[in-house]
């Protein structure tokens, strides 16, 4: 239900606009994942679809945004300023509505049901 695209080889200091796609329906969140060769899946940005509320690693605070657009459906990661450790496959996953949820609840793999194939993310240095 969920079809992620967009990533690819850009060098050390570009950008890449992620995007995943879910098939007309919407799910009550969203989240982009992603696992670097060798590592652990690990969390990078995540948003409520209702409240357009948004979440963000650490890692990745002010380098990375993630939006919805209501009229297609779909939810976007723009990626900028990117080095040679954000190579890594990225997942977009989609949760359904289960009531009122922390926020820490965003950041975990297991409030999500739904996951896409996954996109290359290469950064060259």
């Known amino acids: 239900q969920l079809q992620a695209s967009g990533g690819g080889l850009v060098q050390a200091g570009g950008s890449l606009r992620l995007s995943c796609a879910t098939s007309?329906?919407?799910?009550?969140?969203y989240a982009w994942f992603r696992q670097a060769p060798g590592k652990e899946r690990e969390f990078v940005a995540a948003i409520r679809w209702s409240t357009s509320t948004t979440y963000y690693a650490g890692s990745v605070k002010g380098r990375v945004t993630i939006s919805r657009d209501i009229a297609k459906t779909t939810v976007a990661l723009q990626t900028n300023s990117l080095t040679p450790e954000d190579t890594a496959v990225y997942y977009c996953?989609?949760?359904?509505?289960?009531?009122?949820?922390?926020?820490?609840?965003?950041?975990?793999?297991?409030?999500?049901?739904?996951w896409g194939q996954g996109t290359l993310v290469t950064v060259s240095s």
């Open positions: 996953a989609a949760g359904e509505f289960r009531g009122l949820i922390s926020s820490l609840a965003y950041y975990r793999e297991g409030e999500y049901d739904y």
């Open positions: 007309g329906r919407t799910f009550s969140r």
